[in-house]
């Protein structure tokens, strides 16, 4: 429950961050360019193919992770 939570308040926070047109740096996210616990970024809400997200700037790799995953 206090997961749900937590990525539901990340969410929000998120959401007002991209409403204004910022994307979050990958240090900031937390980012690898591997997986975390079989979280994939190609398996993500966010992420825009080939290598883009709606979230962390620059170029990501669909197999990458960040704190932010969501399951599309």
Avoid at 21 to 41: F, I, P, R, T, V
């Amino acid at each position: 429950m206090t997961h749900t939570i937590m990525r539901n308040f990340l969410n929000v926070i998120n959401e007002t961050h991209i409403s204004y047109g910022n994307k979050l740096s990958k240090q900031s996210a937390n980012y690898l360019d591997y997986a975390m616990s079989g979280e994939k970024c190609k398996n993500c809400q966010h992420f825009i193919a080939p290598n883009r997200c709606e979230i962390v700037e620059g170029s990501i790799s669909p197999t990458g992770w960040c704190k932010y995953f969501e399951e599309d």
